[in-house]
């Protein structure tokens, strides 16, 4: 038996972890002790595992101690966290605590998992929808984007302090209204499912059956410059590589991850294979060939490197371009203080290369203002998602034409022309 309890385990996806959530944590260890008289070893107050588990890991014995015997099970909704396995390995093992609590005296279930809103998530899979629970009590802010916002901002510092008072308390109260016995031995991981997939088989097998009809490959092609080219344009070139488009930052210096890797990861999450198309004099005749092979393409803009002539020559021929296979994102760093003194200019810019785009603003192919990382995890999912569907709409009218003409074509038979 461990020496330790916890009273609540944080669960969250190693692509959320950075300095916001350091001090989320932080600062919910310390209000919630200075709430709860029982726990006054801050060691003993949370738990979160920060070392990353590669496949075929064994967890370590720390955290399968805290998921055995901790009180509180509290999970960052973000648009990653439902998509990985040990986070659902996680969530699974303590709900193993909830079904034996169940089957005693106890008929019904303890709120004792606890959501926090991290990033706005479009989408929850079943065993997390049944989990009430209402953000928008927690502050409007809040609800709409996220408590990384809130951490992130300054100018949100009271509601963020409300909302940590608020769901401090509520962590104490349900801790000391439900005592969740601590649990025997863990199964072994392998043998522990994946709760975000088991919970709804239906939704599993129909997403499946879809992904299948739909298209596998996500293409990518990247609208940035090289560092020596946007030094004609700007100062600060810090987020431009040497080699240009997936080097980019776009989000220096809130993440210093370059913009291939912040895609790959997305696409991966949402079960597409990755790919990247460079930009060139072929990017008409790439986007067709795409389609034909029943690719999703999306463009990625700097709107600073819109100002060189080489690159806005080859926007203005997308422009001209309508295919449902295809959409493209602009994105806007609105921490960089250059592009802020810049940006009337820079939205000038882009409208007029890309005209056709701004007066359409259909928002399935065209978002000309992804403004920071947070927004770029939710728009860019967003977009793979509305041009998968565009391209299973188009497929399904393709059959049904292809069917009607193949019925309706005349045949011949020995007692002449007919119908088959």
């Known amino acids: 038996m461990p020496n330790k309890t916890h009273l609540f385990f944080l669960s969250y996806a190693r692509f959320d972890v950075d300095e916001y959530l350091d001090r989320f944590y932080d600062d919910l260890v310390r209000e919630v002790r200075g709430l709860s008289k029982d726990f006054v070893?801050?060691?003993?107050?949370?738990?979160?595992?920060?070392?990353?588990?590669?496949?075929?890991?064994?967890?370590?014995?720390?955290?399968?101690?805290?998921?055995?015997?901790?009180?509180v099970f509290i999970y960052l909704i973000s648009p990653v966290y439902f998509s990985r396995k040990w986070c659902g390995k996680e969530w699974a093992a303590f709900e193993m605590r909830l079904h034996e609590y169940i089957k005693g005296k106890n008929p019904q279930r303890p709120p004792l998992m606890c959501p926090v809103l991290w990033r706005p998530t479009p989408e929850l899979p079943r065993c997390a929808t049944e989990?009430?629970?209402?953000?928008?009590?927690?502050?409007?802010?809040?609800?709409?984007?996220?408590?990384?916002?809130?951490v992130k901002l300054n100018r949100y510092k009271d509601d963020y302090e409300i909302f940590l008072t608020q769901f401090s308390k509520r962590i104490v109260d349900v801790a000391k209204s439900y005592v969740l016995p601590e649990f025997g031995p863990l199964p072994p991981v392998k043998e522990i499912a994946n709760a975000f997939k088991v919970s709804a088989p239906h939704a599993e097998t129909t997403s499946a059956a879809k992904l299948s009809a739909g298209p596998r490959y996500a293409q990518f092609i990247y609208v940035a410059g090289k560092k020596g080219e946007l030094q004609d344009v700007r100062d600060d070139i810090a987020a431009y590589g040497e080699e240009g488009g997936g080097d980019w930052k776009p989000y220096l210096p809130a993440c210093c991850d370059e913009v291939m890797i912040l895609t790959q990861e997305i696409a991966t999450n949402e079960k597409f294979r990755h790919e990247v198309i460079a930009l060139d004099e072929n990017l008409i005749e790439n986007i067709r060939s795409a389609r034909e092979k029943n690719k999703?393409?999306?463009?990625?803009?700097?709107p600073w490197t819109v100002r060189l002539g080489p690159y806005s020559s080859v926007l203005r021929k997308y422009d001209k371009l309508q295919s449902y296979n295809c959409a493209l994102l602009v994105l806007f760093n609105h921490e960089d203080e250059e592009t802020n003194d810049q940006m009337p200019l820079l939205r000038l810019a882009v409208k007029d290369v890309l005209i056709n785009k701004s007066l359409d603003k259909n928002p399935a192919s065209f978002r000309d203002d992804v403004g920071s990382l947070d927004a770029f995890s939710v728009e860019l999912v967003d977009a793979l998602r509305k041009v998968r569907e565009r391209i299973r709409r188009a497929s399904e009218r393709f059959r049904r034409v292809r069917d009607e003409v193949y019925l309706s074509a005349p045949t011949i038979s020995a007692s002449g022309v007919g119908r088959s």
């Open 41 to 71: 070893d801050t060691q003993m107050i949370g738990f979160r595992d920060s070392a990353d588990i590669f496949p075929g890991d064994n967890w370590r014995q720390s955290l399968i101690d805290a998921l055995r015997t901790a009180r």
């Open 296 to 302: 999703i393409v999306i463009i990625l803009i700097d």
């Open 131 to 150: 989990i009430q629970f209402t953000h928008r009590e927690l502050g409007e802010i809040y609800s709409s984007e996220g408590l990384r916002y809130l």
